[in-house]
Protein backbone atom coordinates (compact mmCIF):
# COMPACT_ATOMS: atom_id res chain seq x y z
CA UNK A 1 0.00 0.00 0.00
CA UNK A 2 1.70 3.30 -0.84
CA UNK A 3 2.13 5.46 1.50
CA UNK A 4 0.37 8.91 2.31
CA UNK A 5 2.28 11.98 0.97
CA UNK A 6 1.96 15.07 3.06
CA UNK A 7 2.73 18.67 2.82
CA UNK A 8 5.67 19.54 4.35
CA UNK A 9 7.46 22.75 5.16
CA UNK A 10 10.74 21.96 3.36
CA UNK A 11 10.29 24.85 0.85
CA UNK A 12 11.33 27.10 3.81
CA UNK A 13 15.17 25.62 3.42
CA UNK A 14 15.02 27.24 0.47
CA UNK A 15 12.76 28.49 -2.68
CA UNK A 16 13.75 28.48 -5.99
CA UNK A 17 17.66 29.03 -5.76
CA UNK A 18 18.72 28.90 -9.60
CA UNK A 19 22.06 30.67 -8.60
CA UNK A 20 23.07 28.16 -6.11
CA UNK A 21 21.91 25.02 -7.66
CA UNK A 22 24.28 26.34 -10.71
CA UNK A 23 26.90 26.74 -8.30
CA UNK A 24 26.60 23.39 -6.73
CA UNK A 25 25.99 21.72 -9.96
CA UNK A 26 29.66 22.92 -10.58
CA UNK A 27 31.05 21.49 -7.15
CA UNK A 28 29.24 18.03 -7.16
CA UNK A 29 31.25 14.95 -8.13
CA UNK A 30 29.43 11.66 -8.72
CA UNK A 31 29.22 9.39 -5.58
CA UNK A 32 29.28 12.10 -3.21
CA UNK A 33 27.23 12.62 -0.09
CA UNK A 34 25.19 16.04 0.51
CA UNK A 35 27.79 15.94 3.42
CA UNK A 36 30.89 15.90 1.75
CA UNK A 37 29.77 18.37 -0.72
CA UNK A 38 28.52 20.84 1.71
CA UNK A 39 32.00 21.10 2.74
CA UNK A 40 33.38 21.09 -0.66
CA UNK A 41 30.55 24.45 -0.67
CA UNK A 42 31.92 25.73 2.21
CA UNK A 43 35.72 25.75 1.57
CA UNK A 44 35.11 26.84 -2.18
CA UNK A 45 34.52 30.88 -1.45
CA UNK A 46 31.58 30.67 -4.05
CA UNK A 47 29.32 31.19 -0.97
CA UNK A 48 30.74 34.47 0.52
CA UNK A 49 27.39 35.83 1.45
CA UNK A 50 25.78 32.54 2.54
CA UNK A 51 26.09 31.70 6.31
CA UNK A 52 27.72 28.37 7.25
CA UNK A 53 24.35 27.13 8.64
CA UNK A 54 22.33 28.37 5.29
CA UNK A 55 24.68 26.80 3.30
CA UNK A 56 23.50 23.73 5.33
CA UNK A 57 20.71 23.89 4.82
CA UNK A 58 20.71 24.59 1.04
CA UNK A 59 22.66 21.65 0.30
CA UNK A 60 21.09 19.22 2.73
CA UNK A 61 17.42 20.05 2.37
CA UNK A 62 16.89 21.66 -0.98
CA UNK A 63 20.01 20.80 -3.21
CA UNK A 64 19.84 16.59 -1.75
CA UNK A 65 16.27 15.88 -2.16
CA UNK A 66 15.85 17.75 -5.12
CA UNK A 67 18.57 16.56 -7.57
CA UNK A 68 21.21 13.73 -5.42
CA UNK A 69 18.01 11.49 -4.49
CA UNK A 70 16.56 11.73 -7.66
CA UNK A 71 19.59 10.81 -9.91
CA UNK A 72 19.56 14.68 -11.78
CA UNK A 73 22.32 15.85 -10.78
CA UNK A 74 24.85 14.20 -13.45
CA UNK A 75 21.72 15.10 -16.18
CA UNK A 76 21.87 18.73 -15.50
CA UNK A 77 25.46 18.90 -15.09
CA UNK A 78 25.59 17.40 -18.76
CA UNK A 79 22.94 20.20 -19.27
CA UNK A 80 24.47 23.26 -17.80
CA UNK A 81 26.45 25.69 -19.91
CA UNK A 82 24.63 23.85 -23.14
CA UNK A 83 21.17 24.08 -21.98
CA UNK A 84 19.53 27.88 -22.94
CA UNK A 85 18.46 28.78 -19.47
CA UNK A 86 14.88 28.90 -20.11
CA UNK A 87 15.36 24.87 -19.95
CA UNK A 88 17.43 24.70 -16.96
CA UNK A 89 14.86 26.88 -15.14
CA UNK A 90 12.05 24.64 -16.33
CA UNK A 91 14.16 21.31 -15.23
CA UNK A 92 14.64 23.22 -12.02
CA UNK A 93 11.00 23.72 -11.45
CA UNK A 94 10.24 20.24 -12.01
CA UNK A 95 12.63 18.51 -9.47
CA UNK A 96 11.62 21.45 -7.07
CA UNK A 97 8.00 20.44 -7.41
CA UNK A 98 8.55 16.80 -7.72
CA UNK A 99 10.40 17.19 -3.96
CA UNK A 100 7.58 19.30 -2.24
CA UNK A 101 4.20 18.46 -3.49
CA UNK A 102 2.40 21.51 -1.62
CA UNK A 103 4.18 23.25 -4.81
CA UNK A 104 3.56 21.22 -7.49
CA UNK A 105 -0.42 21.33 -6.35
CA UNK A 106 -0.24 25.05 -6.23
CA UNK A 107 0.93 25.02 -9.45
CA UNK A 108 -1.71 22.46 -10.61
CA UNK A 109 -4.74 23.56 -8.90
CA UNK A 110 -4.36 27.54 -8.22
CA UNK A 111 -1.90 29.04 -11.09
CA UNK A 112 -3.01 27.31 -13.76
CA UNK A 113 -6.58 27.68 -12.80
CA UNK A 114 -6.07 31.48 -12.85
CA UNK A 115 -4.14 31.38 -15.82
CA UNK A 116 -7.31 29.45 -17.82
CA UNK A 117 -9.48 31.61 -16.04
CA UNK A 118 -8.04 34.62 -17.41
CA UNK A 119 -6.65 36.28 -14.34
CA UNK A 120 -3.74 39.01 -14.08
CA UNK A 121 -2.50 38.04 -11.01
CA UNK A 122 -2.02 35.79 -7.90
CA UNK A 123 -1.99 37.31 -4.53
CA UNK A 124 -0.40 36.72 -1.29
CA UNK A 125 -4.01 35.60 0.00
CA UNK A 126 -5.07 33.61 -2.58
CA UNK A 127 -1.84 31.10 -1.54
CA UNK A 128 -2.71 31.94 1.97
CA UNK A 129 -6.16 30.05 1.21
CA UNK A 130 -5.16 27.35 -0.62
CA UNK A 131 -2.60 26.80 2.40
CA UNK A 132 -5.30 26.82 4.37
CA UNK A 133 -7.77 24.53 2.46
CA UNK A 134 -5.20 22.38 2.61
CA UNK A 135 -4.37 22.63 6.77
CA UNK A 136 -8.38 21.93 6.55
CA UNK A 137 -8.15 18.71 3.94
CA UNK A 138 -5.68 17.13 6.11
CA UNK A 139 -2.86 17.21 3.89
CA UNK A 140 -0.46 18.00 6.41
CA UNK A 141 0.62 15.67 9.08
CA UNK A 142 -0.41 17.86 11.59
CA UNK A 143 -2.45 21.20 11.78
CA UNK A 144 -0.22 24.10 11.01
CA UNK A 145 0.01 26.85 12.96
CA UNK A 146 -0.96 30.63 11.77
CA UNK A 147 2.73 31.83 11.29
CA UNK A 148 3.50 28.45 9.42
CA UNK A 149 0.31 28.30 6.90
CA UNK A 150 1.71 32.54 6.64
CA UNK A 151 5.22 31.54 6.04
CA UNK A 152 4.33 28.73 3.80
CA UNK A 153 1.90 31.06 1.53
CA UNK A 154 4.71 33.46 1.07
CA UNK A 155 7.06 30.89 0.13
CA UNK A 156 4.85 29.40 -2.62
CA UNK A 157 4.35 32.62 -4.44
CA UNK A 158 8.21 33.64 -4.25
CA UNK A 159 9.10 29.95 -5.27
CA UNK A 160 6.93 31.02 -8.40
CA UNK A 161 8.66 34.13 -9.24
CA UNK A 162 12.03 32.05 -8.75
CA UNK A 163 10.80 30.23 -11.75
CA UNK A 164 9.55 32.51 -13.89
CA UNK A 165 6.00 32.03 -13.31
CA UNK A 166 4.88 35.13 -11.38
CA UNK A 167 6.48 38.83 -12.11
CA UNK A 168 9.59 39.22 -9.05
CA UNK A 169 8.49 42.38 -7.96
CA UNK A 170 7.77 41.68 -4.11
CA UNK A 171 3.86 42.96 -4.10
CA UNK A 172 0.93 42.01 -2.28
CA UNK A 173 -0.49 40.85 -5.53
CA UNK A 174 1.92 39.38 -8.33
CA UNK A 175 1.30 39.71 -12.49
CA UNK A 176 0.67 35.93 -13.68
CA UNK A 177 3.29 35.49 -16.76
CA UNK A 178 3.36 33.74 -19.72
CA UNK A 179 4.70 30.37 -19.88
CA UNK A 180 5.80 28.08 -22.98
CA UNK A 181 7.21 24.58 -22.26
CA UNK A 182 10.27 24.39 -23.94
CA UNK A 183 11.02 21.81 -26.78
CA UNK A 184 14.15 20.72 -24.84
CA UNK A 185 12.16 20.55 -21.30
CA UNK A 186 8.98 18.14 -23.52
CA UNK A 187 11.72 15.72 -24.58
CA UNK A 188 13.52 15.68 -21.64
CA UNK A 189 10.01 14.78 -19.50
CA UNK A 190 9.19 12.63 -22.25
CA UNK A 191 11.87 10.17 -21.93
CA UNK A 192 12.60 10.24 -18.55
CA UNK A 193 9.04 8.86 -18.12
CA UNK A 194 9.35 6.33 -20.48
CA UNK A 195 12.41 5.25 -18.53
CA UNK A 196 10.56 5.31 -15.23
CA UNK A 197 8.20 2.29 -17.07
CA UNK A 198 5.24 4.02 -18.21
CA UNK A 199 3.43 2.78 -21.07
CA UNK A 200 2.83 5.63 -23.90
CA UNK A 201 -0.50 6.38 -23.03
CA UNK A 202 0.82 6.94 -19.36
CA UNK A 203 2.91 9.12 -19.93
CA UNK A 204 0.73 11.53 -22.07
CA UNK A 205 -1.83 11.64 -19.27
CA UNK A 206 1.33 11.59 -16.17
CA UNK A 207 0.44 14.20 -13.96
CA UNK A 208 3.82 15.79 -14.46
CA UNK A 209 2.56 17.71 -18.12
CA UNK A 210 -0.10 19.50 -15.27
CA UNK A 211 2.84 21.62 -14.14
CA UNK A 212 3.49 23.04 -17.48
CA UNK A 213 -0.19 23.87 -17.83
CA UNK A 214 -0.72 20.91 -20.45
CA UNK A 215 -3.35 18.63 -20.73
CA UNK A 216 -3.37 14.71 -22.40
CA UNK A 217 -4.31 16.49 -25.86
CA UNK A 218 -1.80 19.22 -25.35
CA UNK A 219 0.84 16.85 -24.54
CA UNK A 220 0.37 14.10 -27.59
CA UNK A 221 0.48 17.62 -29.86
CA UNK A 222 3.96 18.11 -28.05
CA UNK A 223 4.76 14.66 -28.79
CA UNK A 224 4.02 15.22 -32.32
CA UNK A 225 6.53 18.38 -32.73
CA UNK A 226 9.53 16.42 -31.10
CA UNK A 227 8.55 13.61 -33.76
CA UNK A 228 9.34 16.22 -36.85
CA UNK A 229 13.45 16.04 -35.50
CA UNK A 230 12.93 12.56 -35.45
CA UNK A 231 13.23 12.08 -31.81
CA UNK A 232 10.13 10.08 -31.59
CA UNK A 233 7.96 8.26 -33.47
CA UNK A 234 4.35 9.20 -32.80
CA UNK A 235 1.00 7.11 -34.44
CA UNK A 236 -2.13 8.27 -32.80
CA UNK A 237 -6.13 6.43 -33.32
CA UNK A 238 -8.89 8.21 -31.41
CA UNK A 239 -7.77 8.06 -27.75
CA UNK A 240 -4.80 5.60 -28.20
CA UNK A 241 -1.20 6.52 -28.82
CA UNK A 242 1.47 4.40 -29.72
CA UNK A 243 4.87 6.13 -29.16
CA UNK A 244 8.42 4.30 -31.02
CA UNK A 245 11.52 5.71 -28.48
CA UNK A 246 14.50 5.94 -31.03
CA UNK A 247 17.05 6.96 -27.82
CA UNK A 248 17.74 3.90 -25.33
CA UNK A 249 19.03 6.42 -22.32
CA UNK A 250 18.61 9.44 -20.69
CA UNK A 251 22.28 10.25 -20.91
CA UNK A 252 21.78 10.23 -25.32
CA UNK A 253 18.71 12.66 -24.68
CA UNK A 254 20.63 14.73 -22.62
CA UNK A 255 23.72 14.76 -25.53
CA UNK A 256 20.73 15.57 -27.79
CA UNK A 257 19.68 18.72 -25.96
CA UNK A 258 23.29 19.84 -25.27
CA UNK A 259 23.55 19.63 -29.23
CA UNK A 260 20.32 21.60 -29.47
Same mark, same amino acid.
Given at each position: ?11 ? #?????? &? ?8 ? &? ?10 ? $? ?14 ? @???? /? ?14 ? *???? %? ?37 ? *????? !? ?37 ? %? ?16 ? /???? $? ?25 ? %?? /?????? @? &????? #?? @?????? *? ?21 ? #? !??
Amino acid at each position: MKAVAFYTTQLQ #AGLGLI &EETKLLLSLY &EPGQSSAALYDK $ALSSGMFPTVSARRLR @NIVQ /ECFSPRYIKTGAVAHL *QALQ %GHASSSVMHQLFLYYTAQANLILSDFICEEFWARYAGGA *QSISL !EDSRRFVEQAVRDGKTQKPWSETTIKRISSYLIGCCADY %GLLSSRRTAERTIQPVRL /EQAT $ALYLAYKLHFDGLGDNAVISHSTWALF %GL /EPMDVR @N &ELKRL #AR @NNWLIV *QAAGDVTRISWPFKSMEEIVDVI #A !EC
